[in-house]
């Protein structure tokens, strides 16, 4: 039995999104420090810190989209901790991976400088868990307002005196899990709260996203656009897909069989 398919190019359907292929970088293993990242002394070929290869091919896959610091650790990252001189950065122990030493010297200028290089559009993920609306809020003002605040100030002095213009802002990362264990009611009125202080900078509008469930947990979603959702602009979902089955066994990333590969496929379908 023949097939065929045919065209109509004068009545093209939906458009879709670009951001639909959106990447994360986030402190995992060596996604950031030696994947990405490897500083400007290094021998290794790299522009103002990033790696070229890296750079390169994610240029060549088009990344639209990036989003950082993402996971677990986004919620308990403190912006102002990746700022400024390298040296007088504040240290810390990744809990959440690998009990690595995160010595912040990638930070917030880091990222955006990345994201440059790249070409794509930043999608920061904001701390809910651990940190404050203050927080938060300074953060996006650091990034976005050109007024003459001490905020803005710590901007021009660390050599940046226009602003960035970040759109994309997740508030909160998994707050059904290490992002805080919260209740979809709970974290609705938190949501609510935190965005509200997440401003507006001249031309530039945020575009707010909440942090939707874990798989099929359709409470958590309910709950949550009942009470909040007039105040987003998107909601994240959540779904791993694990071909083993085992959380803690989950197999190689770069070794493994032709039914692992479509175990993958297959269990990625339930995302549609």
């Known amino acids: 039995m023949q097939a065929s398919i045919h065209l109509d190019t004068a009545h093209p359907g939906a ?72 040296e007088n950065r504040k240290r810390m122990v990744n809990t959440n991976w690998g009990g690595v030493v995160e010595d912040n010297s990638f930070g917030t200028h880091e990222f955006l400088e990345l994201c440059r290089q790249i070409g794509c559009d930043p999608y920061i993920n904001a701390n809910v868990g651990s940190g ?54 709970y974290y609705a009125d938190v949501y609510r709260r935190y965005q509200t202080y997440c401003r507006n900078y001249g031309a530039n509008r945020l575009y707010r996203i909440a942090c939707g469930p874990s798989e099929g947990d359709w409470h ?8 909040a959702g007039r105040y987003m602009d998107g909601l994240t979902l959540h779904f791993y897909t694990v071909p083993t089955g085992n959380w803690q066994a989950k197999g190689s990333a770069t070794e493994f069989d032709e039914d692992a590969y479509y175990t993958t496929l297959k269990k990625a379908t339930h995302m549609a």
């Open 15 to 86: 458009k879709i999104s670009k951001n639909i292929y959106g990447q994360f970088s986030e402190h995992l293993g060596r996604c950031i420090y030696n994947g990405i990242f490897v500083g400007k002394d290094s021998p290794i070929p790299n522009v103002n810190g990033m790696r070229t290869d890296v750079v390169e091919a994610l240029k060549a896959a088009g990344v639209p989209l990036l989003r950082w610091p993402g996971g677990c650790f986004a919620d308990e990252y403190h912006w102002r901790d990746g700022i400024g001189p390298m």
């Open 220 to 227: 958590w979603t309910e709950a949550l656009m009942q009470k």
């Open 132 to 185: 404050s609306v203050r927080e938060m809020a300074e953060w996006v003002e650091y990034l976005n307002s050109e007024g003459d605040s001490s905020v803005v100030r710590e901007r021009w002095a660390n050599g940046q005196k226009d602003p960035w213009n970040v759109r994309y802002w997740g508030v909160g990362n998994e707050s059904w899990g290490c992002g805080g264990n919260m209740q979809p009611e």
